[in-house]
């Protein structure tokens, strides 16, 4: 048959879904022509997404045909991190691969690690088939850590889990504080919704450390200093308190421990709260009687505030104020950190724990990889990790402490599989680099953490080159281990079919049903706690948590300032006088579009914003190349003299890989591997540096 003209190629559009690590997950529609993908745009009837997409996504047909797409697997023939690769066969690769991982796992499967996160959210090429095979082989677990988990752990002991306002019923608000996050930058249809109740009088105010786009475009913005939203969501609590704007019906129906709540909050007057958050105070009493007296109120916290010492506390109190003042009853009112324990997924079916039959090998936090890989065989670590399987991730750029990370990865006897669309900082390190594909390849099904709607993402067009789904990587990995459960044969619509459990929440949801529609919205009331109802063990919004006394924490929410500050590390901060924050570029997520050229333009190179003052007394004048450093390593990029950060605060923008940075060397270089107070969580924004 004679080939088509142009004009009369087939052009087909497929249903599809944002698969990356942003609360929007958005509903997309892939334009195919002649089996190409030549356009991605967002499905304008989808509630949430409404025909936009960020620029990022909407440049996703120039990232999966990016001419350095890896379509080949490829095995490293010289010295670890020499770059030096060879093409290989599938069939060579994985033969070698199962082998390797069957010499170890004979000595101690524990000593094999996966290493992932959120590279796509998908719930089968994320964790499903991957979890099954890591179970049967027993390897170490990994404590998926490295974005939410402090501020998670913070909702959870307050509200129960990660659940909150509808992002649709925002529209309605008529004070919305947005808290740690910018969110034209990370949160961007969350944004639209803000716009229309700024349109309809709503007044908007921004809590940040430093002057983005977001905070422009707010009434107001309260420029704390890093790691003291506690002490200010405290002061809130005690105006609300001296000034009876509280909603006494609600604090004796549905809450449990106000009186101890209110004896702590009492010592927290907006004068203390200043002189700890380095705002007025009477900035402080005008938040609190906006908060107090505007209805409906709501509350956007973002995950930037958690990223410090004492992150999951900050989320604790701040999750607490909603119910003072009975916000819950309304669909405008209350706050939203993540919906995703509203969806009801099945996790056993996907991960298929019971493959582990009876044993429990040790956790390994993602966030303390770069100590972990250099860490002997001991009684308390146990065995050396040999191997290590790293897919929807890249280590190398995004963990902290880089040097440390650096120094695991460039172990000559760690045996490392990297799954990857690119040759990223993690990939030159591997002794096996295997080709996945992207979303617009294959079948998924998605939850949010964002909004309330499943998505099923259909494949677009067929793997390029010689790719392969993360799912039948696995599938085939386990083949050749000699793994004959029936779930490891299972094709990825049969894993999808069983990803959404049968709950009232999911209402009729079925996975035919989604890929057929692209979207459907949970059976959730518009307002959730508007009676109480809370998911914890008493029913009520815990302000005293009994689990967190039994775990030997504060069973109220505590004020914990940085790890390394003026005011918990002095002799720390007379060396390295300036807080770092490492907040994302406008134009990635995470380490993922980094090197798309018309992305990577748009951000030209790593910079690093100075406030004038700082800028003056070290003598560093706007577009200069400076360092910033610590005991931990070294930073160069350019500077931005600018007042949008706070005198004594250096802002720098992340997460370039670090190939693609001066040096080699990212922002990670200068951050640290402890942890967070709830939650085991990585302390990015909780870091000390000079600048010279």
């Not at 033969?95 to 996160?117: H, M, Q, V």
């Not at 002057?211 to 506690?230: F, N, V, Y």
């Not at 949008?644 to 060397?665: C, D, E, M, N, Y």
């Amino acid at each position: 048959m004679a080939d088509l003209a142009p004009t009369q190629r087939p052009v087909i559009t497929v249903r599809g879904a944002c698969p990356h690590d942003c609360p929007d997950t958005c509903a997309l529609l892939v334009t195919v022509e002649d089996s190409v993908a030549t356009a991605v745009r967002g499905d304008p009837d989808h509630p949430t997404t409404h025909g936009a997409l960020c620029t990022k996504v909407s440049r996703y047909t120039e990232r999966t045909y990016h001419p350095q797409r890896l379509l080949h697997p490829l095995k490293r023939v010289g010295a670890k991190g020499s770059g030096q690769f060879a093409q290989v066969g599938w069939d060579e690769a994985l033969d070698d691969i199962a082998a390797k991982l069957g010499t170890i796992g004979a000595r101690n499967p524990e000593a094999i690690l996966p290493y992932s996160y959120a590279g796509t959210m998908g719930l089968v090429q994320g964790e499903a088939m991957a979890a099954r095979f890591f179970h049967k082989l027993g390897a170490s677990k990994l404590n998926r850590t490295i974005c939410s988990a402090a501020g998670g752990a913070g909702l959870d002991a307050v509200l129960g889990g990660k659940v909150g306002m509808d992002v649709e019923q925002f529209a309605h608000s008529r004070l919305i504080l947005i808290w740690g996050s910018n969110s034209i930058t990370s949160n961007l249809h969350f944004w639209t919704y803000a716009q229309r109740a700024k349109r309809a009088g709503a007044k908007l105010v921004c809590i940040d450390p430093w002057r983005h786009e977001t905070a422009d475009k707010c009434h107001e913005h309260i420029q704390l200093r890093p790691g003291t939203d506690a002490a200010l969501a405290y002061a809130l609590i005690h105006e609300l308190i001296t000034h009876g704007w509280l909603d006494q019906d609600y604090i004796r129906r549905y809450t449990l421990g106000f009186e101890a709540l209110r004896e702590r909050a009492l010592q927290w007057p907006p004068e203390r709260a200043a002189t700890v958050c380095g705002v007025p105070a009477e900035q402080i009493r005008q938040l609190a009687s906006d908060y107090g007296t505007l209805r409906p109120a709501a509350i956007r916290v973002n995950y930037g505030l958690q990223r410090v010492r004492g992150g999951g506390n900050a989320v604790r109190t701040i999750s607490s104020l909603p119910a003072l003042i009975g916000a819950w009853r309304d669909p405008a009112g209350g706050v939203l950190l993540s919906s995703s324990n509203h969806f009801a997924v099945n996790t056993e079916a996907l991960e298929r724990p019971d493959l582990l039959a009876g044993r429990s090998p040790r956790m390994i936090n993602m966030s303390t990889i770069g100590d972990d890989l250099q860490r002997p065989t001991s009684p308390e670590f146990g065995p050396r990790i040999e191997a290590i399987i790293v897919y929807n991730s890249n280590p190398m750029a995004v963990a902290p402490d880089g040097e440390a990370v650096r120094k695991g990865f460039a172990r000559e006897e760690l045996f490392t599989v990297v799954l990857e669309h690119f040759q990223t900082d993690t990939a030159d390190l591997a002794d096996y680099v295997l080709p996945a594909t992207t979303q617009l390849e294959h079948l998924d099904v998605h939850k949010a953490y964002g909004h309330r709607y499943w998505l099923a993402n259909n494949p677009a067009i067929d793997p390029l080159g010689e790719a392969k789904p993360n799912s039948q990587i696995f599938r085939e990995l386990a083949t050749r281990m000699g793994f004959t459960e029936a779930c490891f044969a299972e094709t990825d619509e049969q894993i999808a079919a069983q990803a959404i459990a049968a709950d009232p929440c999911n209402g009729a949801i079925t996975f035919k049903a989604l890929r057929e529609q692209g979207w459907m919205k949970l059976t959730v009331p518009e307002a959730p706690f508007a009676q109480g109802g809370f998911p914890t063990p008493s029913g009520k919004c815990e302000f005293w948590s009994g689990r967190e006394a039994a775990a030997g924490r504060d069973p109220l929410p505590e004020v914990l300032l940085p790890y390394e500050s003026e005011a918990t590390a002095p002799q720390l901060a007379a060396r390295y006088p300036l807080a770092l924050i490492s907040p994302p570029a406008r134009n990635f997520l995470n380490s993922t579009f980094v090197n798309v050229p018309s992305l990577q333009a748009s951000e030209s190179e790593p910079l690093m914003l100075l406030h004038p003052q700082d800028a003056a007394s070290r003598g560093i004048a706007d577009g200069q190349m400076a360092r910033a450093f610590n005991d931990r390593g070294s930073y160069a990029c350019r500077v931005r003299v600018s007042p949008r950060t706070r005198p004594g605060q250096v802002v720098a923008f992340g997460i370039w890989w670090r190939k693609l940075s001066p040096g080699a060397v990212n922002v990670n270089a200068l951050t640290h591997q402890r942890l967070t107070d709830l939650g085991a969580g990585p302390c990015f924004y909780d870091c000390l540096v000079e600048v010279s």
